[in-house]
């Protein structure tokens, strides 16, 4: 009977953890990006692209962040970043992006993927952060 007792409060607290991490990554994470680039370029030209972030997580997340450019514009790598943080990370990530059609460019939203740090569970939302580059002829 007490060892019964005694498995019980060991596996209260391990269930409580597991309940509570449950609820606590089912929240976005706390991030501010934001997409420096110039407004205006001429067609074949490289413009160099800035995603500068700030990520305050007080307990440990996976992140993904995806960020691609619109179709007719060719980044110099796909951005696909991530990884395992805890506390505030701040954070710049650069590219270039060679602009071969003229026309106005709407750059949309970035995805954000996140999950506890074991990675049992992925939750996935956008983040609004929308930039537009004019390209000439």
């Known amino acids: 009977m ?3 007792l005694t498995s019980f409060l060991w ?4 269930l409580l953890l597991g309940v509570g991490s449950f609820f606590y990554f089912r ?3 706390q991030i501010t990006l934001e997409r420096i680039h110039p407004p205006y370029a001429s ?7 800035k995603l500068e972030l700030k990520i305050n997580a007080p307990f440990p ?8 450019p619109p179709k007719t514009l060719i980044p ?3 951005l696909e970043w991530g990884g395992l943080f805890w506390g505030t990370h701040f954070e710049t ?3 270039e992006v060679k602009l071969n059609v003229r026309g106005e460019y709407l750059w949309e939203n970035v995805t954000l993927e996140w999950s506890d740090p074991f990675g049992l569970v992925w939750r996935t939302s ?8 004019i390209v000439f002829p």
């Open 2 to 4: 007490l060892s019964n």
């Open 11 to 14: 596996l209260l607290p391990l």
């Open 27 to 29: 929240r976005l994470p």
């Open 43 to 49: 067609v074949d030209q490289s413009v160099p692209v």
């Open 61 to 68: 997340v996976r992140l993904l962040l995806r960020d691609p």
């Open 76 to 78: 110099s790598r796909v």
């Open 93 to 95: 990530i650069t590219l």
């Open 126 to 133: 956008k983040l609004e952060v929308k930039s537009k580059i």
